[in-house]
């Protein structure tokens, strides 16, 4: 079966891997770039484990073809730390222990991440609706709307 | 924010690390994607399986062809039922079944496809994709057979039989000795229904439903399993129980269990459904035919199909009760569905359905059921939830009926320490009045409500487990510490076991490291379940500490040439005896010297934990209902726990919250729906509707402190017990919202509508 080449630029790197021409996004980043860290619940879009950045835009990678990376800027939750150093979102989820199990704890903070860098200050309506496509079977999601609004208040400290 | 309210007795000891909220150790690599997952794992030259599933709820598998597969490009092994034999031993498999025929059947089907999706043959090849063709190339021939969809039609007389050997475990005497679909029935009793109803001022009967739903935790089951030509074994996999991994895997194969060797990954939730085993003996049978490692994961159609659910519920129920609202009666009747295999929600919905009231006269029974369903496998609080729901809503109609405050009626009937369970033993200390009156006094029991919005408030009841754990913990020449035992840690055990061995030895809880071990590096310990592993599993950390303490006064003691018994501990340090002029040696300093005082230091400790105390959970719901679309929404949500003593009060919180919401799932949304022939209809996420974050409102929590005498701080099992009130306070704010009592979950809009129609 002939393969696919695609180069794209994962997390600000150059990065290139032959894939097949119906895998997803997500089976690229996770068997053929080693990026375990976007994870599959369900592999048809609709829990957000698999959450990335695509061009800035926040996509499900299980429903993007990884072709489709060609020559774009893809952003997974191993490229929101910026230099060893977390990003306030991650800090703050650990703060406030918004999460349990961790395994949505990647797609929740790269779908907060697309939020708040549109909208520094969302209402914390907002944030439930835009993280609505994100599942978490164990918090109940308190903790984690409030390490979002809390982040989103530090961003703005810091810019201010 | 939690209120910690103060305890009905005073604390053993004061708390340094217990009850602080540091940050969890495993944290920062789940926050930058680095932890590993069941999927997160690979061995080099593994190649991928995948199985195929059965496509009619109930069939006799007549043939398997698989040349056709074997011969496609790619293609190392195939495995059908006659590559695992049969097997009848029973393994000790925590909260879930423990039966190997049942379990090895569920993985494998021999002769009979007892649900659609069940496996009847798995494949593997070099890569994933070549796996999914030769799958579609394996020919099976099946007979259809009636399948049995509801449990009016399995218990009906001439229902087709799911399996022939089986009888009717504890049926009642005279009960015919034929083959029956009823695989168990549970009874208690106490007293005489007869009086007790005589003596009733009210009596209320009514018969529920609820249906099956899935535990959805968000990471699929995935193994990696490696069979070497020396037939030593290595599984990596997602479980809640690295132990019974390897004991039912030895069991289902017929293998050494001395020769597996079971290491967890990290775990994308559980909730009682990772307590059994599914894709693991298929990678191991496919490994040792393929002589190459085997990774296999399932999608979520197929966790759906094939794995979880909790059981649906049928119950019957009559109470009575006096004017002044004593209850005087109680007569439950249950059925559980417990899918295609014999389940436990017999005995745990019984032993469960009145178990927070004081009620002098009862009758209780409960059956196991099977259907061409899935097989049934723990949830959080196994049969407590929908056992409970039937006794809650009864309590909150007695209370309008009566004109009482609900909370004040169960205050009344509420068990307290010194009352008999219903299933035999005198409870201890408990803290349910506690928290019912923690729920009385919480502002929200009080604040005024909108025009189309309800109150409802019920409770839950669960028992927590004990059994056995194993801890090590080590020391290190700078003074910090590891901590390893043999539990998984979904929802932050390993930050409590490590504020559990700061508070023992008085260093740092940055300065702990804890881990899961896998079945080599740690003594046997039972699942990640039954709320025990921060009871039961931090018992043996406190121990194993305690351990390391003995010792290190042992070393001071051969430093300052005095017995090991004159010298003392206490603030991080050992002491001398009053009659010796030196100075307390400090655990730092003790640990810089281990090498020239008798080599390093490791404390260890085993144990089976006693009964653990049970847990009382209340919760509050207001729910705001559309009577137009009968879509309702919950607009606040308090709940209320006794933890006994919270170890890390966040990670408390979070159980809380986090039941709620299950709770609150499947009260209003999630349900398996089939169809005529027992294909589930809504195997995705997109059909199985699970609450996501712009369904909820913030979920306020109260901790509940009243200290568990059987753990040295106090603690019980806070895990299960929040998904237990839900369905009923959710329903019961339903019921004062509507004017409508309904009996039936999940209350979807369409049958509220319904609801709201026929009352006109």
């Known amino acids: ?160 | 924010m939690s209120a910690l309210l103060k305890p009905r007795s005073e604390p053993r000891r004061n708390f340094k690390y217990v009850g602080q909220r540091p940050i969890r150790h495993d944290g920062p690599d789940k926050v930058t994607g680095r932890a590993n997952y069941g999927a997160d794992f690979t061995l080099p030259g593994m190649i991928h399986g995948v199985v195929v599933r059965s496509p009619h709820a109930h069939a006799r598998i007549l043939s398997i062809d698989t040349r056709e597969a074997e011969a496609m490009p790619g293609v190392k092994a195939v495995i059908t039922g006659a590559d695992i034999a049969q097997n009848r031993a029973q393994v000790s498999m925590g909260e879930g079944s423990g039966d190997m025929h049942d379990v090895s059947e569920n993985c494998l089907a021999h002769g009979k496809a007892l649900y659609h999706g069940h496996v009847v043959a798995a494949v593997a090849a070099m890569t994933l994709t070549q796996a999914q063709a030769a799958a579609r190339l394996i020919k099976v021939q099946y007979e259809k057979l009636k399948p049995v969809l509801d449990i009016e039609s399995a218990i009906a007389p001439g229902a087709p039989i799911l399996h022939d050997h089986l009888r009717t475990e504890g049926r009642a005497a005279g009960a015919p000795d034929r083959p029956t679909n009823i695989a168990a029935r549970a009874v208690l009793e106490r007293g005489s229904l007869e009086q007790g109803f005589a003596a009733a001022d009210l009596v209320i009967e009514r018969e529920f439903r609820t249906r099956m739903v899935h535990q959805g935790y968000i990471e699929p089951h995935a193994c990696v399993a490696r069979y070497s030509p020396d037939g030593q074994v290595f599984i990596w996999c997602t479980t809640q129980g690295p132990f019974q991994v390897r004991g039912a895997c030895a069991a289902v194969l017929g293998m050494d269990l001395g020769r597996i060797k079971v290491v967890a990954s990290e775990i994308g939730g559980g909730f009682g459904g990772k307590t059994t085993i599914y894709l693991e003996p298929l990678a191991v049978a496919l490994s040792r035919k393929a002589s190459l490692p085997v990774k296999m994961v399932m999608t979520r159609e197929e966790v759906l199909r094939a794995t979880g659910p909790t059981p649906g519920s049928r119950t019957r129920i009559k109470m009575g009760m006096k004017k002044d609202g004593r209850l005087t009666a109680a007569s439950v009747t249950m059925h559980c569905e417990s899918g295609a295999f014999a389940g436990l929600a017999h005995r745990s919905t019984a032993m469960c359905c009145l178990s927070a009231y004081r009620i002098p006269n009862f009758f209780i029974e409960s059956h196991s059921v099977l259907t061409n369903k899935p097989k049934v496998a723990a949830y959080r609080a196994p049969g407590a939830p929908m056992a409970m729901f039937p006794v809650e809503s009864l309590l909150d109609e007695f209370a309008q009926k009566l004109g009482m405050d609900p909370i004040d009626l169960r205050l009344l009937n509420a068990v307290e320490e010194g009352d008999a369970a219903p299933y035999g033993p005198k409870y201890g200390p408990i803290g349910y009045r506690e928290t019912l009156q923690a729920a009385k006094s919480h502002p929200h029991w009080s604040a005024p409500l909108k025009p189309n919005q309800g109150r409802g408030v019920a409770a839950g009841f669960w028992f927590n487990a004990g059994l056995n754990s194993s801890a090590v913990v080590t020391l290190d020449a700078d003074g910090s510490a590891a901590v390893v035992t043999g539990n998984p840690d979904i929802g932050g055990t390993r930050a409590a076991q490590a504020q559990m061995v700061a508070e023992e030895l008085d260093i740092p809880v940055e300065r702990v490291r804890p881990s899961v071990g896998d079945t080599d590096s740690v003594g046997y310990t039972d699942v990640t379940g039954g709320s025990r592993v921060c009871f039961a599993t931090g018992m043996a950390v406190i121990q194993a500490a305690e351990d390391v303490r003995r010792q290190l006064c042992a070393r001071a003691a051969k430093i300052w040439n005095v017995e090991a018994e004159a010298v003392t501990w206490s603030e991080g340090a050992a002491h001398p005896p009053a009659s010796l002029d030196k100075k307390p040696l400090s655990l730092k300093e003790l640990a810089a010297q281990m090498a020239r005082t008798g080599g390093p230091i490791i404390g260890r400790a085993s144990l089976s934990a006693p009964a653990a105390g049970p847990a009382f959970a209340v919760n509050i719901c207001d729910l705001e209902v559309d009577k137009e679309t009968g879509v309702s929404r919950v607009v606040r949500y308090t709940a209320i726990q006794d933890a006994g003593k919270a170890v890390h009060p966040s990670y408390v919180e979070g159980q809380m919250q986090g039941g709620a919401a299950q709770g609150i799932g499947w009260a209003l949304n999630e349900e398996y729906r089939f169809d005529a022939e027992g294909k589930m209809e809504n195997a995705s996420f997109l059909d199985y509707r699970m609450p996501v974050a712009s369904d909820l409102p913030m979920i306020d929590t109260v901790i509940v402190e009243v200290p568990n005498p059987t753990h040295p701080y106090g603690v019980r099992g806070v895990g299960e017990v929040p998904i237990v009130p839900p369905l009923g306070a959710v329903a019961n704010a339903m019921a004062r919202a509507t004017g409508v009592r309904f009996t039936e979950l999940p209350l979807s809009p369409m049958r509220v509508l319904e609801g709201l129609d026929a009352k006109g």
């Not at chain 1, 980043?29 to 484990?49: H, I």
């Not at chain 1, 929101?80 to 949505?104: S, T, Y």
Request: charged share 25%; proline share 2%; net charge negative.
């Open chain 1, 1 to 160: 079966m002939s393969r696919l080449h695609v180069e794209t630029t994962v997390n600000g790197e150059a990065a290139e891997f032959l894939c097949e021409a119906q895998e997803n996004l997500l089976t690229a980043l996770r068997d053929r770039l080693g990026l375990t860290g976007s994870k599959e619940g369900c592999g048809t879009g609709d829990c957000g484990a698999c959450s990335v950045l695509l061009d800035g835009r926040l996509v499900p990678s299980c429903l993007v073809l990884a072709a489709e990376a060609r020559d774009r800027q893809v952003t997974t939750i191993e490229g929101v730390a910026e230099g060893g150093k977390l990003h306030v979102l991650q800090q703050k989820f650990l703060e406030h222990a918004a999460l349990q199990c961790g395994i949505c704890t990647p797609g929740f903070i790269v779908a907060a991440k697309a939020l708040l860098d549109r909208n520094p200050d969302p209402s914390e309506e907002e944030v439930r609706y835009w993280l609505a496509g994100n599942l978490c079977r164990c918090t109940g999601y308190d903790k984690i709307i409030r390490a979002v609004l809390d982040s989103a208040a530090e961003l703005r400290k810091e810019i201010a």
